[in-house]
T-cell receptor
């Protein structure tokens, strides 16, 4: 159990394009989902916490107008990188947990490799 | 906010030897400490976790120890195998499932 699906796995697009990434919990309801960014050979940097039915909480330094997050249901959160530029190229990973209060394991998606030309 | 430091950044061991990775955290309110294994280009996978009411937890060849007083926790892998080669991340959380990750350790098991 606890499978998280992330789509697409790889995106290559031109500068100025907006890109939407989906994160789905397949076999459980996720009240909270998290979006991370990972640069090569570096750790996971939390971008925002996505709560079903409410606005996302962004980490300091993350532009909320640049990285739009929507968590419309208990099984789906989306991250939209708006007007993407080469510096937005990175590996984006989502995770989901069953409970937003007590500490429950986070289960990660396969990640999306975004390349902006 | 919470800060998690992880050492070493790289670790090479001979197959069959043990590997130890150490992490320290700054926020004494942290109460949940998971360890993730990430192979190149793949998702991080939870391999073991420990909560603050426990000092040690073991799962086959993997064990984690927690010292709340010193605010550090360690991952121990015994009888290492080539398939253990990966990047390992420690993390800490004080609630709300928000994790702060360490910088990662590249483990290479030489056969």
């Amino acid at each position: 159990g606890a499978v998280v699906s992330q789509h697409p796995s790889w995106v290559i697009c031109k500068s100025g394009t907006s890109v939407k990434i989906e994160c789905r919990s397949l076999d459980f309801q996720a009240t909270t989902m998290f979006w991370y960014r990972q640069f090569p050979k570096q750790s996971l940097m939390l971008m925002a916490t996505s709560n079903e039915g409410s606005k996302a909480t962004y980490e300091q330094g993350v532009e909320k107008d640049k990285f739009l997050i929507n968590h419309a249901s208990l099984t789906l959160s989306t991250l939209t990188v708006t007007s993407a530029h080469p510096e937005d190229s990175s590996f984006y990973i989502c995770s989901a947990s069953r409970d937003s209060v007590s500490n429950q394991p986070q289960h990660f998606g396969d990640g999306t490799r975004l390349s902006i030309l | 906010g919470e800060n998690v430091e992880q050492h070493p950044s790289t670790l090479s061991v001979q197959e069959g030897d043990s590997a130890v990775i150490k992490c320290t955290y700054s926020d004494s309110a942290s109460n949940y400490f998971p360890w993730y294994k990430q192979e190149l280009g793949k998702r991080p996978q939870l391999i073991i976790d420990i909560r603050s009411n426990v000092g040690e937890k073991k799962d086959q060849r993997i064990a984690v120890t927690l010292n709340k007083t010193a605010k550090h926790f360690s991952l121990h892998i015994t009888e290492t195998q080539p398939e253990d080669s990966a990047v390992y991340f420690c993390a800490a959380s004080k609630g709300g499932n928000k994790l702060v990750f360490g910088a990662g350790t590249i483990l290479r098991v030489k056969s």
